[in-house]
């Protein structure tokens, strides 16, 4: 059976839904105000890595607010990846936009996977 692309983003998109809806992280804030043994037992766990500079962990969250903002940029992404056509005429400052949010995201996700790898995780 083959698929269009638009029946495959369509699948490719529900199931991203789905798998983002069991991801913890990606629930509203308010998910997150769960006791410590029910954190445990979610597995949900408060200590974290430190992949900052310094030598001290904050507490703020960090990982869950990025990965909130990232959700968002995933559904940005794929709702204007199916309204642009190939032919399009785009003004110049879309695809400036753009290029520079793809080398941000290509250059944290270098950063991350560089220092995941030198510690060993």
Known sequence: MKLSAIELRSIIREEMKHLMNDDALFKSRDDHTVSKPDQKMRGIDDTGRNLSYGHTKSDDNEGMSTKNALYSLIQNSMALYDIIEDNDDLPEWVQGK?????????????????????MGL
Not at 103 to 118: A, G, P, Q, R, W
């Open 98 to 118: 753009v290029s520079v949010a793809s080398d941000n995201i290509t250059s944290v996700f270098e950063y991350l996977d560089h220092k995941l790898h030198t």
